[in-house]
């Protein structure tokens, strides 16, 4: 019943408030905020990085530059977008540093470990296939894909993480279906 | 594909990570059920994104997020706000919760041992995964060596390196009177004279020269014996002949054999031709000495013939049956001479001579032997096609017997994957196409439909009626039932499958496609209801032009410099859309056609120049369209003949040395040429679309006088539309495009009935000329043959309907504004306003409302796809 009532109260607290609060000192309110947001940057960290080691890194910097710069927030409603502007420099700088563009393979963390009870399962091949074939995607493809399909995030979400309106989400949502289509022909099996 | 269908895929496309789908009711939903392929594309899209599910799974974010950040926090020097009370949301209500997440343990807001805020030590992290390979390292799967593929045998030749010679190949194969060219396309005479040369050749020394057939395909000397009809003894005096003539100072140069006509003196006349012979042999022309660089990517001959004869003030001509051949040139300060060879060599043409001493002109001529010689290999390729096809067709034999439920269980659950065509739609193809007669097979290679039907006259031409039961059941689709309901098609009450079509399609030339049309039929509300779906079957490729092979036909420069160099090869895009900081010219964000639009592409030629960058080396290569994914291309830190044999076998090219040149060539090449559309029209076209905002009709039925062999390529198609900007291709494309023959009729009527054409009521068939009345009617006829090989019912029309028929074509290029709502039956349009397009939704407008002043900008909305149509309207008149 606890549990419960956490979950109501986290709803109770609108973003904007937690925000004013955590800009006046409030650790609490700053802490509430990371749970609220930490998966949904961790999903784009990861799903740009493709390492979870190097994600989490991503995300706990994201939220230190975000307290610290909390008081040059203007608008409280623009803090899930701010925070994830600042993820978006970091990763942008990670990949710099590594030089590594979009090449890289998945990580292991990407692969499912077993199939999954609803619908048809995956052969070990198709599997291998088709993370060959998301590997090979283009990151303006690739990224929505994994945070929708790996990490589960709405359309919306991914729109907020990429800042980029909707609509760009679902028409690179569809491409990235199409490409992968194409790649992996029609035959692949399942 | 339908423009429509087209169009729905794209809103397909935009649904398949849904988990509800589409939605039931929607307009997609109902197309879906009307159309067999699209519903089978949203099947596909569906298992792939089930796929995805299963496939890719994100890690979640540890719990210790929080804990982490503060211990960051304070391990820094960071400027804490102050603190400051949170007015009016009840703090103790948040502490609670905070203390109620403490209590029950929760992991998400548990503060870490020591503390909630304490400064923690981070631990040490693991050290991060490292890509493993670049994705471009990937193995390659090596052709083998064909049977006829004897080892070249490398010789040594005093003064002139080495060379490479064939063990079949004969010493002395000449055609009489077809000339000698050393460096040139005819085979091997060179050879002939090989150590017997009386000085050595100006050319530069050549590391290696291989033999001429190579260029053809690489392997079969025979083949061009084939074209040499001598017998054995004029074979011994050609040699005897040739054996006493000089070699041709300038090799590069074809010679014409000494002709010898006369009725006396034979003697006098044959010392004659020879010394004419001679006196040519002997010329070197000093200009072509001068050295030139060129950079050209995919430039017609005659263009790159120009800048030649700018940089050595030679007269050089492609000739008419060469000129528009694409080529691919990075050459710095090379001499002239040496990169006519390499042309001549590289496509099997030839440079004649002919002038005064001073002002010799060359022309690059293809001759009638090197186009025999492509004939024969397009034959030969047709036929290893048919053969990788149907061994293609042979894996599904020991699926012939077994039951449909049997099959669809071991696709389902043994995951034979090869079933997939079969499942969805092909079962009735898969068992007519190993059931046919020899006479059958020989209709089918011909290229005619076979068509079964159900109850057919002929019993050898009747569909089985035991077949029915899986027949319906391999169609997955879904059609209105009774009350609007949508059932599976097997459920429709009286359904039968009323026809079955097969047909080998050959309109990708070099590839063979086989694909089985399927009708069903049944009763709906007394009336006959129809619905059809397509399947392709298999697909023949010849495994030459398939798998280059390079690494082994090119087995002897492994570890030779320069190919043991480590060199980065990194092609970059020249696609307008993807050049790096060019502003992109034909850009379209809202467009997604073509696949391959959406990301990176390159062309062969974008790769050559990057493997000239990295090396220096000089390159010489055929181009002809076609589009390569850019992922995986880059070849960082490989030994060059790694990096030329992986690039080669991606783009199907092989590549080899000629002297200092790097000489690449398609491997169907001889396909390929027949498919490419001239730079000269092309760019004529874009200029004239760039400058009308879109591509005047005239254009468009310019266009459609191509070559059937240009306009059914996909693969060339994919690079007029997105490279050269040229969107309206489309209605030309593919062989089934519904726009080819009517754009083709246009060309007939003058630009008086054009304009009329284009009017809404379009212009009156008996207004046109009993020869243009002919070619509308066939265009008719054409309509009437779709809907047979439909198997649906055409509609009938009586001499009547004729009279009052008129032509009409509607056109709206890609990307215009057009007239988009319907008209209300209480406010009818006034006439002529939904025929209005126009480049801007302002000028639409303005044009709209000075026919009808109400019209409101919503109305006119842009096309994005574009539109046309040209046939006979039937105008019924109460």
Redesign the interface.
Known sequence: MVGMAVVEMHGEFPTEALVVAARGGDREAFSLLIERHRNLVFAYAFARLGEREEAEDVVQEAFVRAYLSLPRLRGEAGWQAWVMQITRNLCHDALRRKRVRRTQPLDPEWLAEGPTPEGELLSEEARRQLTEAVEALPEKFRVPLLMRFGSGCTRQEIALALGLPESTVVGRLAGAMRLLRRRMGKEWAL | MNPICHWYR?WL??S??LETGLTAGSSAARHLDGCESCRAYWV??R????????????????DE??R???A??EA?E?????????PA?G?G??????L??A??G?D??RPPAGGP?ESPVRGA??E??R??????AETIALAPIPANGTAPVTEARPGRGTRRRHPRDPKTIHGAGEGRTVGGAQPDSRRLVAGKATRPSPGPRATRILPDEQFLDGRDAGMLARWTRMADREKEQLAAILSRLPPPADDFVRIPLPRVAAAADQRAAAAQAVKNYEQQAKIVDTRLYRNVSLEAKGEALENVCRQLERQTGVTLRASRGVADEKVTLFVKEVRARDLMRALARLFGYAWSRAGEEGAYRYELTQDLRSRLAEEELRNRDQAEALLALDAEMEKYRPYLELPFDQLKHRW?ER????L??VIFGGWGGMQLYHRLTPGERAALLSGQDLTFRDNHADPDRSLPAEWQPALLASWTGRVRGPGGVHVPLGEVPGIRVTQLRLRLVRSELGQLTLKSWMTAGWEENDYPARTFTER?LGIGRSPSSARPGNAEANAALKGQPPFDRVVSVEPAPSCPHFRPGVKPMFADPQD?NV?LE???HLVTADVWEAVHRATGLPVVADFYSGLF?A??M?QKQQSLFDALCRLGDRMGVRWTQDGDFLLGRSTSYYWDKLKEVPNRHLRRWRKEREAHAGLPLASLIEMAGLPDSQLNSRRVGEVVRHCWGLREWLFLEGEDASGRSGARFLSQLTAQQLQQARQPEGIPLAALTPGQQQGALQLYQETLKAFDRQGSEPPAFGPEAFRNAAFRVQYIPTGWYAWNSPSRPDQPLPRGVREITAPTQAEALAQARAIYPEVRAEQFSRNRLGQFHAGVMFIFRQ
Do not use: N, Y
């Open positions: 794209r496309e935009r398949a990570d596909e899209l298992r792939l994104s089930g796929g995805l599910l299963q496939a890719v799974r994100a890690p979640k974010c540890t997020t929080a982490q950040v503060w960051r926090i820094g960071c400027r804490q706000p102050a603190p400051r009370r949170l949301l703090w209500g948040l502490a609670a919760a905070l109620g997440v209590m029950i929760g998400a807001l805020w992290r693991p991060p995964h890509a493993s390979a670049d994705p471009g389902k995951g034979e994957r090869q997939f065509p392709e997604q696949p959406a990301e990176p994914p992922v995986g880059a």
